[in-house]
Structures are given as C-alpha cells and as structure tokens.
C-alpha cells in the first residue's frame, strides 16, 4: 500500500506520527540528488523584495510585482510556480481511483500547492504555504531549495511542539516529457499526468468535501 505513505501530504496532523524519524542528512540528501542544509541552490523569487532568476542572480532593478517568464528573458528568468501556475495533476495508476490530484499555485496565494484526495463519500482538500505554519500547536516550516523552470524543490522541517527541528523531509517535482514526476528523501517516487478532471462540486462524484486551509481546487 505504498500511497498510504503519502497521507502526510495531505493530513497535518499525521506529521505527530512521525517523531520518531531520524533527520535525513545532508550528504545523504546529496547522494540521492537532493540539495542538503549545507548545500542550498537557492531560494525562490516568491515572496521576495528583489527579483532573482532560477541561478539566484538579483535584479534589482525589475519590478517584483512583474512575472518575467517569456520571450526575451529566457528559461533563466522562468521559475516552477511561474510556469505552471495553476496546473493540476493526479496519479492515474493509483490503485484507490482519483487519489492525490496536486495543484501549483504562483506566489500571490499564500498556498503554492494543494492535494486533493477524492473519495465516493468524503473527499479531503488541504494544502501547504511556504514558511511556518503553526496548526493546534505544531510547528512545521517549508523552505524551497531549488526553483528552476521544470524542477522544484523544497524541505518540510518538523518542529511539532518543540522549537527545535525533530527531522526533515526534501521534496522534488520535475516534469519530464509532459509528466510530473515526485520523489523525496524518504523514498517515495510517483508519477502524475495533467489531470482533465471537472473539479466543481457538483460534478465531483462524492457526498461531502472537507477543505483545510491551502485547498485550492
């Protein structure tokens, strides 16, 4: 059942469950192609003063309320969230049908991503921000690592009660030859296509939706 693994994305509070993981670290993050603490690619332009490109060059001369992503900037100046603001993906080989559908948001919502777990009965909505979040008195911070054009990294740090951080988690998604393809640091791989779905409430097959913060369907 390698998707009940991935109920983390989805639920908060099943990071409490999690206490007991070591820290993945830094250089085994390196080996497996995931930037370590020590070894940051960057931030993203998201939520920034200055405009930066993909390689952490400034500009601060440009206008950061301006996305400057096309013709004449080149792949430089596209990041992830610029490019594919707004897609929606899901994991078609899932055995439970209609799991796990993610949306990316660009930096004008707070929330970059959401997951969307369909059910026939209850379907569950929620998403992450980047930054610390606080929920019933746990602590989690998202830092993204690497923001380039196709490829976007981020760590989920876990504070849970404490002020120290209990482990880390590093994300990837990288889209290649039209697929959206997910790993992490702990191990999990999946593969999302561009979802065609009909998301309004009443065309989704279910009795009930439950959104948390960050749902963006």
């Not at 001369?61 to 301006?66: F, R, Y």
């Not at 993610?102 to 991503?113: G, T």
């Not at 030859?177 to 593969?191: I, R, V």
């Amino acid at each position: 059942m390698k998707k009940l693994l991935f109920l983390f994305l989805f639920f908060s509070w099943f990071a409490c469950m999690k206490s007991d993981i070591p820290q993945f670290e830094s250089e085994q993050s390196e080996q497996a192609g995931y930037p370590g603490q020590s070894g940051q690619s960057g931030e993203s332009v998201g939520q920034q003063d200055v405009v930066t490109d993909v390689y952490g060059k400034e500009y601060p001369t440009l206008d950061p309320s301006v996305i400057y992503c096309g013709p004449g900037w080149g792949t430089k100046m596209c990041h992830f969230l610029h490019k594919h603001d707004g897609t929606i993906w899901a994991d078609a080989e899932n055995y439970h049908s209609d799991f796990s559908d993610i949306k990316f948001e660009n930096f004008w919502n707070p929330y970059f991503i959401s997951f969307f777990n369909i059910d026939s009965i209850t379907s569950y909505c929620e998403g992450w921000k980047l930054g610390e979040t606080i929920y019933n008195g746990v602590k989690w911070d998202i830092k993204i690592k690497k923001d380039q054009e196709d490829i976007f990294w981020f760590d989920y740090e876990y504070y849970g009660s404490s002020q120290a951080i209990e482990y880390t988690i590093s994300y990837k998604y990288e889209i290649i030859n039209g697929l959206l393809h997910f790993s992490s640091s702990e191990g999990q791989t999946f593969t999302f296509r561009p979802s065609e779905k009909d998301y309004s409430e009443e065309i989704i097959d279910t009795e009930e939706i439950i959104r948390f913060n960050g749902c963006l369907f």
